[in-house]
């Protein structure tokens, strides 16, 4: 059930959601979302396609609608819900299109999708598509003069995500959805300086706020693995079954590399990886890779299609793997280049930038 019934609604402290689902008459409606850690769902009986829930939301959040308890039920909508009088109207096929009024935060948050980002995804995709026939979808390993002029665009592209971002945030910074897009945008993808300062100018409801405590986290996790911090400990099973200690490559740079078979990007930023490994390993340089897969064969097949001959480790159980916890980490490809001390010395190096810094390094100190 919902974290409050009849007792805070009986008060008017909670919400009220009038629902009409055109081509369904009949059946049940479930609202669910995750509560500290914990998911709780309630449900409604559709008549005469017709339904009304009630509950009460602690705090503003992410709540969804949908027509089975499953998690695989694609046809859904969420929307950021708080205690207010919620009318929800979609066809029976399609609840993602739904019109829901009521809910200023949620149409804050769904207008910055809709309009404001709409020109970043655009260049995105853009960017993307010319990237796809240039490498023959990641099948071709480009040159460097292109691989760079690549690279420069999407760092183009992530200044102008960060101004569009920053922009329509702080233009809402009274809304728990800004704190949303912080999270999703800024967090999500490791852009730990524009959240922070994002975070500065919030009020203290949307500091306090589900998303802004995740930002809070998020961003003192980030200072652990800052630069110049000692790395976190780990050890995990390698292919087979050997247990691999970090703290055994000291002595050594070492370049914690966090991947998984099913991520495309990190495919294609193995072989600059791979060149790396080729051109400094002879001087001291190591790499320990650390899957997020589940799947043990597709896990191996991958490091063998590859050619990745550095040490690999997983405790495959996916996103809940323990050294990416330990690291923050929330998308992959993502990396941290330790020092012969077990210290960080530079994160999230791609393409060229590997290549780079380790040029810099004098092995031989």
């Not at 629902?19 to 500290?36: F, R």
């Not at 991958?302 to 405790?315: F, G, R």
Request: some cysteine.
């Amino acid at each position: 059930m919902l974290l409050s019934l009849q007792a805070f609604t009986s008060h008017n402290k909670g919400f009220i959601i009038y629902g009409t689902i055109i081509g369904k008459i009949s059946g049940k409606v479930y609202l669910s979302h995750e509560y500290q850690g914990v998911i709780h769902t309630d449900s409604a009986v559709l008549k005469q396609g017709k339904f009304i829930l009630k509950g009460f939301a602690p705090k503003a959040q992410f709540y969804t609608i949908k027509f089975s308890k499953a998690d695989t039920d694609r046809n859904q909508n969420s929307f950021l819900l708080d205690n207010k009088v919620v009318t929800f109207k979609a066809a029976k096929d399609t609840l993602r299109k739904a019109i829901i009024t009521g809910l200023p935060d949620n149409d804050i948050y769904m207008d910055f999708y809709n309009h404001a980002w709409k020109p970043v995804t655009d260049s995105a995709g853009k960017i993307y598509g010319r990237l796809s026939i240039a490498d023959h979808q990641g099948k071709v390993k480009l040159d460097s003069v292109t691989r760079k002029k690549f690279d420069d665009e999407f760092a183009g592209l992530e200044k102008f995500d960060q101004a569009v971002v920053t922009k329509y945030v702080m233009a809402h910074k009274n809304s728990v959805a800004a704190a949303a897009i912080v999270l999703e945008r800024f967090i999500n993808y490791y852009e730990f300086n524009p959240a922070e300062n994002a975070y500065k100018f919030f009020p203290l409801n949307v500091q306090n706020s589900v998303f802004g405590k995740q930002i809070q986290k998020a961003v003192e996790l980030d200072a652990l693995t800052s630069i110049g911090k000692p790395a976190p400990e780990f050890s995990q099973p390698d292919t087979t079954g050997k247990i691999i200690n970090l703290k055994d490559l000291k002595g050594k740079y070492v370049l914690v590399d966090f991947w998984a078979s099913w991520c495309g990007p990190c495919r294609r930023e193995n072989p600059n990886v791979l060149a790396a490994y080729d051109k400094y390993h002879s001087k001291g340089f190591e790499i320990i890779s650390v899957s997020l897969d589940n799947n043990k064969n597709s896990w191996i097949k991958a490091i063998k299609a590859d050619h990745l001959s550095w040490a690999h480790v997983s405790d495959l159980t996916g996103w809940k793997n323990v050294a990416a916890s330990k690291y923050g980490v929330k998308l992959i490809p993502q990396n941290f280049l330790l020092d012969k001390d077990g210290k960080i010395i530079a994160r999230n190096l791609r393409g060229a930038d590997l290549d780079k810094k380790l040029s810099e390094i004098n092995f031989n100190n």
